[in-house]
C-alpha cells in the first residue's frame, strides 16, 4: 500500500511539474570538468539531445552525436562550435544512427570505433519520437515503429557497447512522466509491439505506444542497474533514467494532429504548449545525471532509479514483480536479437 500510495504522489508530483513547471525554480546544474570524457549521445541533433551535447562539451568531453541525418548531425556540431567555441570542434564527432533499424543499431559499434578507439563515460539514449503517419507504424524489420525508435534500438545498441563502458560510466535514458500510463500488457499481447495491417489506430493509440516505450526505458534501467551490479561490480557502472517535463523541443511539432477522441493525451499536449518548458531546463535533470558526484545518483546500489528534476520518483515499473521484468527482458531480447552474454 505504501508503494501505490507514493506512486500516486509521484505521478501528482509530475503532473503538477507539468502545469506549473515555469512557476517552478530554474534547475542549476554546477559545471563539472569533463575533460578526458568520452559521450555519446543519440539524437543529438535537436531538443534535449542537442542541449545536452552542447553542455557536455562545453564542460571539456568529446562527444559523439548519433544522428540518423548526418547533415543535420553536422548542422548541430556548427551551431555547437558557434556557441562554445572554436576550440571545441576538435571534441565532437556525429556518428550515423537510425535507432528505428536494427540493421543500423548493429552497424554503429564499428562506426563508432573508427572514430574513438577508447571506451565510453557517459551513454545517453535521447532518440525518440511520438507519433508515426499510418502508413510507417512498421519497420522494414517487422517491429512497431515507435517501440523500435524509442526502446528496442536502445536495448540492443547497450548489449553492443556494454564491453566498452569505462569504470564509472553512466547510462542514461531520456523518459517520460508518460511512463505513469503506460500498459506492459501490449508487450507481451502484441508481437514486437507492431500493430497488424489494418488495425484501427484507436487499438493502441500512438500517445499508449509512447508511453509504453517510455515506462520499458525505466524498467530496463532498473534492470541493467542489476546487470551492472551483478556482473561487473568492480566497474561502478550506473543507470538511470529521467523526465525532462513538458519541454518546448522539435517532438512536439512531429506530435501527428489526430482529433481529441482518438489521441486526447497527444492532442492536449499539442494544444498547451504556452506551458512547455525551455529546452535546457528539460535537459537539465539529465546533465545533472551525467556528471554529477552526488552518492545519491552514483553511490552503492543507487543506481536504476527514475528521476523527475532531480528529485527520485517511484514508476509504473515498480509496480511489476521481478517475474513481469524478466519476462519483458527476454522479450526485448528476441525481438531485438541482442546477445546478452
Not at 78 to 100: C, F, M, P
Not at 239 to 250: K, L
Not at 299 to 307: C, K, P, S, V
Request: charged content about 20%; some cysteine.
Amino acid at each position: 500500500m505504501r508503494l501505490a500510495a507514493d506512486l500516486v504522489w509521484d505521478a501528482a508530483a509530475s503532473t503538477c511539474a507539468i502545469t506549473f513547471g515555469r512557476l517552478l525554480p530554474t534547475l542549476e546544474v554546477p559545471a563539472i570538468d569533463l575533460a578526458g570524457r568520452t559521450a555519446v549521445v543519440t539524437g543529438a541533433n535537436s531538443g534535449i539531445g542537442y542541449s545536452l551535447a552542447l553542455s557536455l562539451v562545453s564542460q571539456g568531453a568529446t562527444v559523439h552525436l548519433a544522428c540518423r541525418s548526418i547533415s543535420k548531425g553536422e548542422d548541430a556540431v556548427r551551431r555547437i562550435v558557434q556557441t562554445a567555441g572554436e576550440t571545441t570542434s576538435k571534441r565532437i564527432r556525429v556518428v550515423e544512427l537510425d535507432t528505428s533499424s536494427l540493421e543500423s543499431v548493429r552497424a554503429f559499434p564499428a562506426r563508432f570505433r573508427a572514430l574513438h578507439n577508447g571506451g565510453i563515460d557517459i551513454l545517453i539514449h535521447n532518440a525518440g519520437i511520438t507519433s508515426t503517419s499510418a502508413d510507417a507504424r512498421v519497420t522494414a524489420e517487422g517491429v512497431g515503429t515507435i517501440y523500435a525508435t524509442n526502446f528496442l534500438g536502445s536495448h540492443l545498441l547497450t548489449s553492443l557497447l556494454e564491453d566498452q563502458l569505462n569504470e564509472g560510466a553512466r547510462v542514461l535514458f531520456t523518459s517520460s512522466m508518460a511512463q505513469y500510463v503506460a500498459n506492459w500488457n501490449h508487450l507481451f499481447r502484441m508481437p514486437k509491439m507492431a500493430p497488424s495491417e489494418g488495425e484501427s489506430t484507436t487499438s493502441v493509440s500512438d500517445s499508449g505506444f509512447y508511453a509504453d516505450t517510455k515506462s520499458f526505458q525505466v524498467g530496463f534501467a532498473r534492470l541493467l542497474q542489476e546487470r551492472f551490479d551483478r556482473k561487473y561490480p568492480e566497474k561502478r557502472l550506473i543507470a538511470h533514467s529521467f523526465s525532462p517535463g513538458y519541454t518546448m523541443t522539435p517532438i512536439l511539432d512531429k506530435i501527428t494532429a489526430l482529433p481529441f477522441y482518438i489521441d486526447p493525451l497527444f492532442w492536449i499536449l499539442k494544444a498547451a504548449t504556452a506551458l512547455a518548458l525551455p529546452v535546457d531546463q528539460g535537459a537539465a535533470t539529465g546533465l545533472w545525471l551525467a556528471t554529477t558526484l552526488d552518492q545519491n545518483v552514483v553511490g552503492q546500489g543507487m543506481g536504476g532509479a527514475y528521476w523527475d528534476r532531480c528529485v527520485r520518483r517511484k514508476t509504473s515499473a515498480d509496480m511489476l514483480s521481478k517475474e513481469t521484468l524478466d519476462a519483458a527482458w527476454r522479450i526485448w531480447e528476441s525481438d531485438s536479437d541482442a546477445n546478452w552474454a
